[in-house]
Structure formats: structure tokens, C-alpha cells
């Protein structure tokens, strides 16, 4: 009996000591790889690799850039940002005694106001005569919370709307921007991509298994190799470096060649480990022959599958684009001789050429749908440059119109005023953006730089930087608001500054005083 037993745990300890021999985890090791990422519409003659765009922020990977005739032509339309509806929303706070009982209620008050922008992106291809184009849109929602009173914040708001909105306007479009970079690289662009983390080979890391060291060698012997690989040269130098190992994997599944588990496990990883060296050695007829093999070894037939579906679109890549590897030199050049523009995302101002509709009322009242650029819009004066259905641009006097309305919310006046930086510095009439209209006092904005205040019982606005403003703006602001005592005493305790905030907050309390 004891020699019955004796037998039987020799038996089990060899079969235990068999199992962990061959039991094989794996772990991921990542692997350098770099190569050029193949457009979906190539323009296969690189001698023809060019574009244009309406904004010096598009670019293109692998084209050259010219001021005209570009193969590929991007136009950039920024519609603008809409405000939605501006909620205050109250909140009550109960501050309780041991007991559950309500001791104190206080409210706070919070506002809440949408902004949304879009914009449209046409693609003209010289190269095969196609038009089209695709449209973005953003959309955010802003909060400012825990103002003590309603009033505070009401006033918070409206002394801000113009700040946050910008703030969201340049968010929005820069974000827009990137969107398009990244759709026209991925349609037509060429693309160089380097990665530490994108790949990785299955390498046994159990300590037990016998091909631990083996396996450990092989890793580092590889990723070293790959860590040499350029997107810009060929591979083929890699692909002898690498032969003494597709050959150690092949050498593995001959000798792990057994029906369970734990050799499919090995074997898995000798394949897929193969397939990845070839797929990124540009090999993919290779690659789908050790999938096929992956997904037979039914350890994990879906890996199987992704490989082969990969080596499919890799096939498919080399052949519309009538090339055989992905690493090759690329060449991203500016030769339009335009100067140097700064690309700054924050806070850049609209660069590009925004176009808006808007409505033209004419001094005969009669009104006319348009279209304007908005930055041009922002800058103008004494005249504005609209465009008609055909895209021709006609210039319109101030003189002869009264108010132009954006679909975007923005609305210009025409205001009889002497400007301090236009070149016509006369008192004439003269196109300038409506910051605030009350009942007593409306501020306007002229040329994105100069701030007009127009009381309703004068006909001529006032710049706030002529030489009274800028010398004595305290005392200048106070002889314009004897109607108001308690503002003339905010003017005289410095609480408003010559900027848009502050002439706005003057503004509107001028004009909630002046109707009391």
C-alpha cells in the first residue's frame, strides 16, 4: 500500500513539475516603429502635389504649398458662433442644526448660456476634377457660478457676454481648424507617424517555461533592430536583421507542435510575432499567411483576423497609391512666397476670411440680403466691401445705408463721429459694430480699437480716444453724465476704465440711472 501511494505522488509531482515547465504568460512588449501613413485619394504624380487654401493654418503633409493653381484647393468657412438663451438659475442653501432643523436659507445664483459655432470646408481636386465638401460644428456650454444676487449676476454676464463669446468663438474655430487638418491629411496627405507604443510582440514571461531566455532575447533583439527603422528610409536592411528570429518563431511551433493549450499559447505568440515584423517591413502577403496560421491555431482566431484584415488594407493602400512600401522621403515645402504668419490656437485672432449673411438697411430703408467677410467687416469705416450672389464685391457707403444685421447677432450702425484712428478723421458718418443700445446711451466699437459713446439727445458720437478721453477720462466722462449723480460719484471713485468692459458697465448703469 505504502509503495501503491509512493508511486502514485512521484506521478503527480512529474506531471505538476511538466505543467509549470510549459504553462507560458505572455506579456505585451512594445516596439518602435515609423513609416508614412498613405493617403485615401492620392495624387500619385508627386510633381503635382500642391495646394492652396484660404487660411495659412490648413496645411498638408507632403504638398507644397503656392499662392495659386494648386492641384488641391481648401476653402475654410467659419459662419460664426451663435448665442443661445441666457439662463440665471437660483439655488438654495439650508445650513441645519444637529436636529435636521433649517437654521439658515441663503441663494446663490448661477448663469447658464450656450454657444455654438459651424463652419464649412469646400475641396477643390484639380487632379480629378471632384468637388466636395464637409461641415463641423462646435458646441459648448458655459456656467458661472455662486453670484450672491441676481442683479450681480445679470451684471457679471453682460459686462462679459462679449469676452466669453470671443473665448468660445476662437475655441470653437481652432478647433474646427485641426478637424480639417486632420480630415484632408488622412484623404490626401503623406503623412510621417513614429510611435514607441503602437505595436507590440507577445513575449513569454513566465521564468519557468523554457524559452523564457529565448524569448527575452528575441525581444530585446528586435525592438533594437525596429528602433532604427525611419519613415523616411527603406527597410531593407532590417529585414536581413530580423531573419534569424522569423526563423527562431518558426523553429518554436516545430517543437511545440502538440493539441492543448498551453503549446497553442506558445505557437500563438510565434505567429503573431512574425506577422508583425512583416506587416511592418511592408510584407503583407506574408503577414496574411501567419494569420491564417494564427486564426487554424484556434488559441485566438480574432487576432487572426485583425492581422489579415490589416494586411488587406495595406495591399489596398500600396495599390492606389501605386507604390510597394511606406517608407520613402516626404517633402512638405511653402512656395508661395507669402510672409511668415505666426500660428498661434489660443487666442488668434480670425484669420480667416469669415463670411457671414447679413442685411443691408439702406438710408431709403429699404433692405438687402448679403453676404460680408467679417473680418473685413471689423475693420471697416467709411465704406464696406459686401459680396452679391455671383461673389463680386461692391463697395457701400456709409452715408448711404443705416444698419447692417449678421445673421451671426452682431449688428453696425452707421455713427456720425470723429474717429481717432480711421483716416477720415472727420465728424462723418461711418460704420461701427453696437457693443450696448439703452434708452439714454448706446456704446459702439469702430475698427476693432476705438470705443464710441453716443447719447440719444446728441447726433454725434464721441471717441473715447480723443484727446479729453485719454488725458482726463474721469472728467471728460463725468461732464457727459450730469443726469446721474450716483454714476458721476462711481466716475469720480475710478470704479470704470476706458476699456469695453468698463464703458460698458458706465453704460448701462448711465442708463438704468438716467430712467429712474
Known sequence: MKKTLSLFVIICCLTTT???AQRANLDREYFRTSFVDLPTIPIVDDSKRTFTSSSRNIFLEGFSRVAKNGTLDFRFNFHGTQIGEVDIKKNKHEEKDKDGNVT?????????????????????????????????????????????????????????????????RNKHRNSMVNQTNSKINYRYGYVPVTSNQAQHFWIIATKKHPEFANHQEASS???AIFSKMQYDQPVDDLLI?????????NDVVTRYNEDDKQHK?????????????????????????????????????????????????LINDFTINEISTRHFEVVTEDLSNEPDVEIVYADDPAEESEKAV?????????????????????????????????NKANEVAATDSKQIVLTTGDI??????????ASDKTNAPKFAKAIYQGSKVSLYEHMGKEYVIKYTNTEDGIST????????????????????????????????????????????????????
Open 18 to 20: 511538466k505543467i509549470l
Open 104 to 168: 439658515k436659507t441663503t441663494y446663490t445664483y448661477d448663469v447658464l448660456c450656450s454657444y455654438s459655432s459651424s463652419a464649412t470646408v469646400s475641396i477643390s481636386n484639380a487632379d480629378s476634377g471632384e468637388n466636395s465638401s464637409f461641415s463641423l460644428s462646435e458646441d459648448d456650454n458655459y456656467v458661472s457660478t455662486g453670484h450672491k444676487t441676481y442683479s450681480k449676476a445679470s451684471a457679471f454676464y453682460n459686462n462679459n457676454r462679449y469676452s466669453i463669446r470671443d473665448k468660445y
Open 221 to 223: 533583439a528586435l525592438k
Open 241 to 249: 536583421e530580423v531573419q534569424p528570429w522569423i526563423e527562431y518563431f
Open 265 to 313: 499559447k506558445v505557437r500563438y505568440a510565434s505567429y503573431y510575432n512574425i506577422a508583425k515584423i512583416y506587416l511592418n517591413l511592408d510584407l503583407p502577403e506574408k503577414v496574411k499567411k501567419y494569420a491564417d496560421l494564427l486564426t487554424a491555431n484556434e488559441y485566438d482566431k480574432k487576432d487572426g483576423k485583425r492581422l489579415n484584415r490589416s494586411a488587406e488594407d
Open 358 to 390: 447679413a442685411f443691408l438697411i439702406t438710408s431709403t430703408n429699404d433692405t438687402i440680403q448679403t453676404t460680408v467677410a467679417v473680418d473685413e467687416l471689423t475693420k471697416a469705416s467709411a465704406a464696406i466691401q459686401m459680396l452679391d450672389e455671383n
Open 412 to 421: 453696425y450702425e452707421v455713427v456720425n463721429f470723429a474717429s481717432s484712428v
Open 465 to 516: 480716444m480723443s484727446k479729453d478721453f485719454v488725458f482726463g477720462f474721469n472728467k471728460k466722462l463725468a461732464s457727459l453724465s450730469t443726469e446721474c449723480e450716483a454714476v458721476k460719484t462711481k466716475i469720480t471713485a475710478n470704479e470704470y476704465k476706458n476699456t469695453k468692459e468698463g464703458l460698458l458697465a458706465y453704460s448701462q448703469a448711465y442708463d438704468a440711472c438716467a430712467a429712474e
